[in-house]
Each structure stands twice: as structure tokens, then as C-alpha cells.
């Protein structure tokens, strides 16, 4: 069964929507769009005026929603706590926060992952975000006017970075930088998991000296890092994305002046997850990444940073298909009572059946034995009746000894041994004897079979009356006499 998943990035510079479609076999692209913010001072009218643009260009009925924040509206700290259990790591963290944040820590929502670092005396390291409660209540009030109902709301460039850690091939040490036209997010990435958060503004337009700023913020944060972390980072490279990215060679400035390789981002190539791509002529990945990122994490069922949470939890599973759940409920109803209805009906054609074939058994018994005028158990009386019958069934003539002819017939049979070679040729029943004629191979053998029928209870006495040989077959022909 497919599904539709809308990744969502807001950001100041843009907003981009990317709807990917996930089945059993494959993932496609959608749909896609690109929305240009050019007024940053009235961000919530702007951000509406973008999502009416989306809603109107792409089909999102139907969708999961995954969601980005401005990365530079959250504060992101890295602490030290003595457990390792997420219930008191929660319990703990507002009073660890508190005084490092500049906001009353109740008008925060905060999450949290752990680090998988060295942990240094029985303490464990932590990437704490919050955001401001007000903040994230207008964007999803915003959102709200459109029908969008995300799910997860996460950090910009985020699912980017964890992208680019966990899916595409690269070294151990990294550096992740989402770069905006005035702001900029740098995710380290040690180990292929993210031990660092910072975002910063770029503070010039003129392109030289904004990567000088960019470039002289990004050595300020890798020397904190290592007192951070209290570990030696030392990034092999860099992979960059975002809007504020031009093509006239900003990655080959920004190599030039860290030192190291930095390579842009292209998600869709790079992770060979997407087989079909509706409109991948008009793909910008230094544009679409972020929100195929946000897409992709839903997909790949990542866990990571995420603010619904508290007051902006999502809706409870019961609340969000409430009728579609009610509806069907009364359909399972209504096929448990047409089940049930249909076993009643069953078991009612099946007793007039059994009606009908007793019927049928009283009338072949008072058929069979008309001399019985009292019936209780059919069944039982006429088993009785036939038993009685064989008692009475005997030889022919008239005699006292009521001896049967399958008695006769079954000792004959069961007293003569398997191993002699003979063959009956005639078999006469009298009411006083029983003769046997037939052909054997050897005199011994006629020996064998009047002294096999010797142990019957049912013979007085076998005498052999005759017993010569064939010439023409060399077999010994035989007649023997029972007296019964």
C-alpha cells in the first residue's frame, strides 16, 4: 500500500515543498515547488502567501506532513547528565538548560537526542534545541489555515545533515552547512552522527566578504568544538546546501579557504532511493534537498529532533480518524450480524435435516419390523434387532447345533497355514459335515491342513477321504471330510 509523504521547509529565505509517493517496491517524486521569500519583516502574512502558492500548484490531500523550523529561531546547547534514561534525562533537563538559555524555560518547548561519544566520569553528552513556545504556536496556526497538520516539526537543515550521515557514503568526520542568503547552520558530523549544532549570520552582502564571514564563523566554531566535545575534530570535508548558494564557484572559494573538500549536496543522485521524478528538469537540489531530506526521514522512519511535543503534540490517532474508524466499526458490525444471522440460519436448515432423516430412520425401522409398536431409539432398537437376527441365522436344514456358514467358512480360512501351497476346488456345507476338495503339492501338506483344522472348536472330527496324485501336474488332489 503506497503513501504520500509533504516535506515542508520554512525558512526566511524560501519555502520548498516536496511530495514523495512511497510504495512496497518503489519511491517517487510527486510534486514539487520552490516559493522565493523576498520580505522577511511580516514572515507569518509572507509564509501564508507561500503556502497558498503550494496548496495551489501541488495535490497535498492525503499527505504526512514533516515539517522544518527556521534553524536559526532555536537555541541548541550541548550538556553533560549522569544517566542515560530518556524519562529522567526529560525530568532534569529544563534545570540543567535554565541557565544557559535567555528565555523563561516555560515558554520553551525543548527535545533532545544522545551523542554516542566517549562518556567522560559516568556522564553522558547531549544535543539539547528549544524554541519558543509563541514562535512555533503562529507557524502552526499558519499552517493550520491550509489544512496542514505536520506531524513532526523539526530543524531546518536537519534531515539534511542526517541525510548526509546516514545514506550517503562518506568519512568518518564531516562537516554539514546549510547555507542561507543572510544566515548559515553548521552541523559536525563525527562518526557519521551529529555532535554539534550552530547557526550564525552571514553578515555581508558583497559575495567575498560573506564568505570570509562565513568561512572565519566556521574555524570560531570547529575551535569550540573540541573544547565542546572534549575530543580533537579534525573535518575531512564539507557537503553544503541551501538557498543562498549561487553557481559561480562558492563551494571551490570556501574549499580554497578552510583547506579542505567541500562538495555540494544532491540527495536524489546521491541516495538512489528515488526511481521516478515528476518535473526533474526544474530540480534545484541546492533548493529542494532540505525538504526531499524532511520527506525522505518520514520514509526511512529516522528518529531525530522534534518539537510537537507537550501543548503542540500532534493529534492523538483516535481524534485524527475518529469517523473514519467509527465508519468502520458499524461496517464490521453489520458483518459480524449478517455472520451470526447466517449461523443461526445454518444451524436452523440443519436441524430440520436431521428432523427429516430421523423420520427417515422410524420409517425403514417399523417398515422392517412392523411387530414393534413401542419406539423409542430407532437406531438402538433396530442394532438390537439385527444382532438377534444373526443369532438365528443358521445352517441350512433343520438342527440344534447353530453352527453359521461364515463360522464355517472363517476357521477353514484362519486354521490352515499361510505357508501351504493349496488351492480349493469345491467347498460343500451339510447339516451334519462339511466337505473340502482341492489340490495341494506335497501328501505332507494334506497332512498339514486336516491337522490346522484338528484345532477348531467347531470340528468334531476331519477324516481324509481321499488323496492321489495328478500325473499330468504332479499335484496331490484331495478330499477331506468334517464332521461338524
Not at 325 to 332: S, V
Not at 447 to 473: H, P, R, T
Request: aromatic share 8%; net charge positive.
Amino acid at each position: 500500500m503506497s503513501r504520500k509523504i509533504l516535506g515542508l521547509d520554512i525558512r526566511h529565505d524560501a519555502v520548498s515543498a516536496v511530495v514523495l509517493k512511497s510504495g512496497i517496491k518503489e519511491t517517487d517524486i510527486e510534486a514539487h515547488v520552490h516559493i522565493p521569500i523576498s520580505n522577511h519583516i511580516y514572515m507569518e502574512t509572507v509564509l501564508a502567501a507561500s503556502l497558498k502558492t503550494i496548496v495551489e500548484k501541488i495535490d497535498i490531500s492525503g499527505t504526512v506532513c514533516v515539517a522544518s523550523f527556521p534553524a536559526n529561531e532555536i537555541s541548541y546547547r550541548n550538556i553533560q547528565v549522569p544517566f542515560k534514561g530518556r524519562k529522567k534525562i526529560k525530568k532534569i533537563l529544563p534545570y540543567e538548560l535554565e541557565p544557559t538559555i535567555p528565555f523563561p524555560i516555560d515558554n520553551l518547548i525543548i527535545d533532545f537526542y544522545t551523542l554516542y561519544l566517549d562518556d567522560v566520569a559516568n556522564r553522558h553528552n547531549l544535543i539539547a534545541a528549544a524554541v519558543e513556545k509563541s514562535r512555533l504556536q503562529a507557524y502552526l496556526e499558519t499552517l493550520a489555515l491550509f489544512n496542514i497538520e505536520p506531524e513532526i516539526v523539526t530543524v531546518g537543515g536537519y534531515p539534511a545533515a542526517l541525510c548526509a550521515a546516514n545514506l550517503v557514503n562518506i568519512r568518518e568526520n564531516w562537516l554539514f552547512i546549510d547555507i542561507d542568503t543572510n544566515k548559515s547552520t553548521l552541523f559536525a558530523i563525527l562518526s557519521r552522527g551529529i555532535c554539534l549544532i550552530r547557526s550564525f549570520p552571514i553578515r555581508s552582502d558583497a559575495r567575498s566578504f560573506a564568505m570570509e564571514s562565513l568561512c572565519t564563523n566556521i574555524r570560531h566554531t570547529l575551535s569550540a568544538l573540541e573544547e565542546i566535545i572534549g575530543l580533537d575534530f579534525k573535518p575531512e570535508g564539507a557537503f553544503i546546501t541551501g538557498c543562498g548558494l549561487d553557481n559561480s564557484g562558492f563551494d571551490q572559494d570556501m574549499e580554497q579557504n578552510l583547506g579542505f573538500p567541500v562538495k555540494r549536496t544532491d540527495f536524489v543522485r546521491d541516495t538512489n532511493i528515488i526511481k521516478k521524478h515528476a518535473d526533474s528538469q526544474l530540480w534545484n537540489p541546492q533548493q529542494m534537498d532540505n525538504s526531499f531530506s524532511l520527506a525522505l526521514m518520514e520514509i526511512e522512519g529516522t528518529n531525530g529532533l522534534n518539537f510537537r511535543k507537550g501543548p503542540f503534540a500532534a493529534k492523538k490517532f483516535w481524534e485524527e480518524h475518529k469517523k473514519n474508524l467509527i465508519k468502520t466499526g458499524i461496517l464490521a458490525g453489520v458483518v459480524l450480524a449478517l455472520a451470526f444471522f447466517n449461523v443461526v440460519l445454518d444451524s436452523y436448515f440443519m436441524g430440520k435435516k436431521l428432523a427429516g432423516l430421523n423420520n427417515q430412520i422410524t420409517s425403514v425401522f417399523t417398515s422392517t419390523f412392523p411387530d414393534v409398536k413401542k419406539i423409542v431409539d430407532p437406531l438402538q432398537q433396530m442394532q438390537i434387532k439385527i444382532q438377534e437376527a444373526r443369532k438365528n441365522a443358521l445352517l441350512p436344514g433343520i438342527t440344534d447345533k447353530n453352527i453359521r456358514a461364515i463360522d464355517i467358512l472363517n476357521n477353514i480360512s484362519k486354521l490352515i497355514s499361510k505357508g501351504i501351497d493349496v488351492k480349493f476346488t469345491r467347498l460343500v456345507i451339510g447339516v451334519e459335515n462339511t466337505v473340502i476338495s482341492g489340490d495341494t503339492d506335497t501328501f505332507n501338506s494334506v497332512d498339514g491342513i486336516k491337522n490346522g483344522l484338528e484345532k477348531s472348536n467347531l470340528f468334531k472330527k476331519i477324516v481324509i477321504s481321499s488323496a492321489n496324485i495328478n500325473k499330468s501336474d504332479n499335484r496331490v488332489r484331495f478330499k477331506l471330510k468334517i464332521n461338524l
